[in-house]
């Protein structure tokens, strides 16, 4: 495998190129001993900085806290690939199971106005985050991912997504927007937006303290009660605790088994010259994602880099995660290589930084919202990788939840979901390293030239319930 170039001044870790970007921030002090608010949140990423927010909106005089072990956007928030995009965080299908076809619809309908409102809450409160909405390409790089594609579009039709919400496009009109090495065809949505990542949940946390909520950042919770969030510096005690920590929920007591801490990993370029975006033809903000069974996703930045991602090593022993963000050589050889198979004209382009993250997954593949109100105790998350968006969803639905606003978000049909828990170790880890490992083979039989999806990532897809 050929080594990467890299940039003089190439990071590897240090949370993440969006916050090497902008400045890592100066954390906000800690909890300064026992307290008493309305509502206390754990965790400063999207999910708990649109809950403060909405709420705060709804009700100014509300005593709202945030507690984060790091800083704000220190998790996915603030390592994303900046997808702001409309895909349900789960499968719909699932949803439908239990509440039908037509609230299962409902939940895409709100995926696809949540991206504006995002949009729009960034501009009416001066936020800026990169934000251009240019939409989003899935493209088919082999035979079998396009029978994938052409295959999956009836049940996509079904979910919702209408001929204006998700577009066919040939190989030549893929091309007209993006010449990817092996493009065959792809699908086309206009509900997407790129995002900067590290500016959206700065940009957010300085919002919600000016409308009063307070943060407290190196402030680890090591423990939620009812009605209570324990920590080294004191307890917390509050009406409703809401829980937003979603690849770092296993480290909570008691929950070591409720997600499973996701690893996905990436890499950014260097700034590309003008001849080199001209022979990629990537004119525009599209965000791009490839048919891979171990998929691949990538950002076009404002600066004019090709941020790109991936699974990597997808998951540790233990649930176990790695704070600092360090990739190992490998998977920055692994991207490096995807890289150049999609992008030869940035073969020779050097790496500027690379970095990894954590995010959640239930053991059914889909997110949840709830708050008990016997015990005040609340939570949303599980993304599964699609929670830019679903966040927003997620924090106007807490907001209703909490406040007891009999509406249609309350009744959406990831409300009060629960799910059985993952496995115990070792079959956890044996597990989920195993079906990565087959979901990689399946990916290279795909790419040797088999017309239609990989018998081995059939078998995987039943084994993991995806």
Not at 12 to 30: A, D, E, L, Y
Not at 152 to 181: F, M, N, S, V, Y
Request: with cysteine; proline share 5%; net charge neutral.
């Amino acid at each position: 495998m050929t080594t990467a170039p890299r940039t003089p001044d190439f990071v590897n870790g240090n949370v993440s190129f969006w916050h090497r970007q902008i400045g890592m921030p100066t954390p906000r002090p800690s909890l300064p001993g026992d307290r008493r608010y309305d509502v206390v949140i754990v965790g400063a990423g999207y999910t708990g900085l649109w809950t403060a927010y909405y709420l705060k909106k709804a009700q100014p005089d509300l005593r709202v806290v945030i507690l984060e072990s790091e800083f704000a956007g220190f998790g996915a928030s603030g390592r994303n690939g900046g997808w702001l995009s409309a895909e349900p965080p789960g499968q719909l299908r699932r949803y439908a199971a239990q509440h039908g076809w037509a609230a299962a619809i409902d939940f895409q309908q709100r995926m696809f106005t949540a991206v504006d409102e995002v949009i729009d809450v960034c501009a009416a409160e001066g936020i800026d985050a990169d934000i251009q909405k240019d939409g989003l390409l899935h493209v088919a790089t082999n035979r079998a991912q396009e029978k994938r594609l052409r295959e999956h579009l009836p049940a996509l039709r079904k979910a919702g997504w209408g001929p204006d919400d998700l577009i066919e496009l040939t190989a030549a009109e893929t091309a007209q927007r993006i010449r990817l090495g092996g493009g065959l065809s792809s699908h086309f949505s206009p509900h997407c937006a790129r995002i900067q990542p590290a500016k959206l949940a700065s940009g957010l946390a300085d919002v919600v303290e000016r409308l009063g909520v307070d943060i407290f950042e190196q402030t680890r919770v090591t423990e939620i009660r009812p009605r209570e969030a324990v920590t080294a510096q004191g307890t917390v005690t509050a009406d409703y605790v809401i829980r937003a920590t979603e690849g770092f929920t296993a480290q909570l007591k008691g929950a070591k088994r409720v997600w499973l801490p996701m690893n996905s990993s990436m890499v950014v370029t260097e700034p590309l010259p003008a001849d080199v975006w001209g022979q990629i033809g990537w004119d525009s903000a599209e965000l791009v994602g490839d048919g891979a069974h171990s998929f691949c996703y990538m950002q076009r930045t404002a600066d004019g880099r090709i941020v790109l991602g991936g699974r990597g090593i997808p998951y540790r022993f233990g649930s176990r995660t790695d704070d600092g963000g360090n990739t190992h050589r490998v998977t920055q050889e692994q991207l490096r290589a995807v890289l150049q198979q999609y992008f030869p004209a940035a073969a020779d382009a050097a790496l500027d930084h690379a970095w990894s993250g954590v995010l959640g997954v239930p053991r059914d593949w889909c997110a949840s919202v709830s708050v008990d109100h016997t015990t005040g105790l609340g939570w949303a998350g599980g993304y599964v990788g699609h929670g830019v968006t679903g966040t927003n969803l997620a924090g106007r639905t807490l907001r209703d939840l909490v406040l007891r606003h009999d509406t249609d978000l309350a009744h959406l049909p990831w409300v009060d979901r629960r799910v059985r828990g993952w496995e115990p170790e070792p079959a956890r880890w044996i597990g989920v390293r195993s079906l990565y490992v087959a979901y990689r083979a399946a990916d290279r039989q795909e790419f040797g030239g088999t017309p239609g999806t990989s018998p081995i990532a059939r078998i995987a897809d039943k084994i993991s319930g995806r």
